[in-house]
């Protein structure tokens, strides 16, 4: 079963979406598997952003993701990672398709709500950026069956 991991950015946490946007992730079918309410301290926001060293919104963007408290979680599921970057949309609120996360909330690129991890490996370093392996909780979620 695949893994990803997601993150409700200090704008999405301030802004009062953790609700709605998990909502949308439960009603998917998918299964949460973690989460955490944390800070992002400028170490591992180096870390998560790593490849993205250089560029000139990386300095911002940064700041951004350390500038308040995050909700980070792994979710479980099917094709996991290519469904929920279809939810949350394109990088930029006004490129994203209508009915997506950042269509609905998102205005601008860099204040755009949620991260979702991008392939399989992402998945998995960004996982373990933020987890460790027994906060990751396993469970039978009996709607399975049925999604
Ligand atoms: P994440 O889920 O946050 O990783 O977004 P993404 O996968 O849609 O975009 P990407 O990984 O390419 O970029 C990471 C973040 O950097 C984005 O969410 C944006 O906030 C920011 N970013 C990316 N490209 C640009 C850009 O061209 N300009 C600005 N200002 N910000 C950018
Ligand atoms: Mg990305």
């Given at each position: 079963m695949e893994r990803t991991f997601l993150m409700i950015k200090p704008d999405g946490v301030q802004r009062g979406l953790i609700g709605e946007i998990v909502g949308r992730f439960e009603r998917k079918?998918?299964?949460?598997?973690?989460?955490?309410?944390?800070?992002?301290?400028?170490?591992?926001?180096?870390?998560?952003?790593?490849?993205?060293?250089?560029?000139?919104?990386?300095?911002?963007?940064?700041?951004?993701?350390?500038?308040?408290?995050?909700?980070?979680?792994?979710?479980?599921?099917?094709?996991?990672?290519?469904?929920?970057?279809?939810?949350?949309?394109?990088?930029?609120?006004?490129?994203?398709?209508?009915?997506?996360?950042?269509?609905?909330?998102?205005?601008?690129t860099n204040l755009n709500l949620i991260h979702g991890s991008d392939s399989p490996e992402s998945a998995e370093l960004e996982i373990s950026n933020y987890f460790a392996p027994n906060e990751l909780v396993s469970y039978e979620q009996t709607i399975q069956r049925w999604v």
């Amino acid at each position: 079963m695949e893994r990803t991991f997601l993150m409700i950015k200090p704008d999405g946490v301030q802004r009062g979406l953790i609700g709605e946007i998990v909502g949308r992730f439960e009603r998917k079918g998918l299964k949460l598997v973690a989460a955490k309410f944390m800070q992002v301290d400028r170490e591992l926001a180096a870390k998560h952003y790593a490849e993205h060293e250089g560029k000139p919104f990386y300095p911002p963007l940064i700041d951004f993701i350390t500038s308040g408290p995050v909700f980070a979680m792994v979710w479980e599921g099917d094709n996991v990672i290519a469904l929920t970057r279809a939810l949350i949309g394109k990088t930029n609120g006004v490129d994203a398709a209508p009915g997506t996360i950042r269509s609905d909330y998102a205005v601008h690129t860099n204040l755009n709500l949620i991260h979702g991890s991008d392939s399989p490996e992402s998945a998995e370093l960004e996982i373990s950026n933020y987890f460790a392996p027994n906060e990751l909780v396993s469970y039978e979620q009996t709607i399975q069956r049925w999604v």
